[in-house]
């Protein structure tokens, strides 16, 4: 059975480049560029990972990636979570990681190390633990 993603970032070129390696690392890929076209695909559809920019839109407290991380994890407690952001600082790795991510990314990122760090975390045993 194909793996499913769901890519959410508002930056097209960040989509098109993920969408890209996933489909040729051989997962079925949905991409979302805002918060409600990812909290629809959640309400409609199961994924086994949820790639996740920290900020999306205009949003100025840039919790809104945070809302689609909570959402992911409130429906499924197996989902793997990566969280991607530009902003990186202790406190939002610490608020990402509470919220269900079981990795924050800096970007930008290779995009090699983007998918090592998915294998690894897709290969850990058992449910996934916020």
């Known amino acids: ?11 097209e070129s960040v989509t098109f480049n993920l969408e ?12 979302a560029s805002t918060t409600e076209q990812a909290m629809a695909s959640l309400r409609d559809e199961t994924f086994d990972l949820l ?8 949003a ?13 994890r409130e429906l499924s407690s197996e989902i793997v979570i990566v969280v991607l952001t530009a ?8 608020i990402a990681t509470r919220s269900g991510a079981q990795r ?6 290779r995009l090699k190390d983007l998918l090592a760090v998915v294998h690894e975390l897709m290969a850990e045993p058992g ?3 916020p």
């Open 87 to 94: 902003y990186s600082s202790e406190q939002s790795v610490e």
């Open 51 to 58: 790639v996740c920019d920290l900020r999306l839109g205009a």
């Open 60 to 72: 100025v407290d840039g919790d809104t990636g945070l809302t689609v991380v909570r959402k992911a």
């Open 20 to 31: 890209r390696l996933f489909r040729r690392d051989g997962w079925s890929v949905r991409v």
């Open 104 to 109: 924050v990314l800096s970007k930008p990122l």
């Open 127 to 129: 449910p996934a633990q």
């Open 1 to 11: 059975m194909t793996s499913r993603v769901l890519i959410v970032d508002d930056q």
